[in-house]
């Protein structure tokens, strides 16, 4: 929010259906812009409001979302971290705490239960200087070598993409050796191409919106839609 090319229209889409669907929502980071004058770029001069307008018209986007017990928390990105590292001050913790939400710092781990099932997770905003798909979803990937979950979202890279990957594992129930499938989702943005620093920077166009994440309760089964 406060970038030129931001979508707000689209992201109002998207409240609308969480809140109709009764969808719950995790929040991947990068709410704001944040420019600030030791920030890199020229996004100081660009953003269409100050970082205080952007933490105030974010708490009352996200306000709906929150009251009606949709929000499960929020993610620091690393755009939000520029007031921190000029001010001491974390927004995004303080918009968590004024929406009466979980402040997950810059990643948290998910035990979801759904009916029957439980899921793991882990949730990040993300680092990485990828600038083509297949490697911003490696960055992705990569927690997996250290992460023992079923389901990996992260934010940052601006982008939308899902992949699955089967691996081993000891089903200590049975006492056997099962395969079993994770997934890692690159959870999207509302930003523009056209007039954005992405165009500027010459990247790849990239699809905007979210990513749904449907878990199952009657089977184990995860199903991502982008």
Known sequence: LGYPTTDLALVQSVIDRCIEKHIYVIGQGDYLECGTTSSVGDSVYQQT???????????????????????????????ENRITKTTSIDVTQVMARILGVRYLGFSS??????????????????????????????????????????????????????????????????????????????????????????????????????AYISLYGDSHNIHVSL
Do not use: W
């Open 49 to 79: 409001l100050n970082p205080h307008q952007q933490m105030e018209m974010m708490i009352e986007i996200l306000k709906p979302l929150a009251d009606a017990g949709l929000l499960l928390g929020l993610i620091a990105g690393n755009h």
């Open 109 to 210: 781990f998910l035990l979801l239960r759904v009916g029957k099932q439980s899921y793991t997770g882990f949730a990040c905003h993300g680092a990485s200087g990828a600038r083509l798909d297949y490697t911003k979803i490696k960055a992705a990937l990569d927690l997996f070598r250290f992460n023992d979950v079923e389901l990996i979202t992260m934010g940052h890279v601006h982008t939308l993409n899902h992949m699955t990957q089967l691996y081993q594992k000891v089903d200590k129930t049975r006492k056997m050796v099962i395969e079993a499938t994770r997934h890692v989702v690159l959870t999207g943005s509302f930003l523009r191409y056209r007039g954005s620093y992405a165009e500027m920077m010459l990247l790849h166009p990239a699809p905007t919106g979210v």
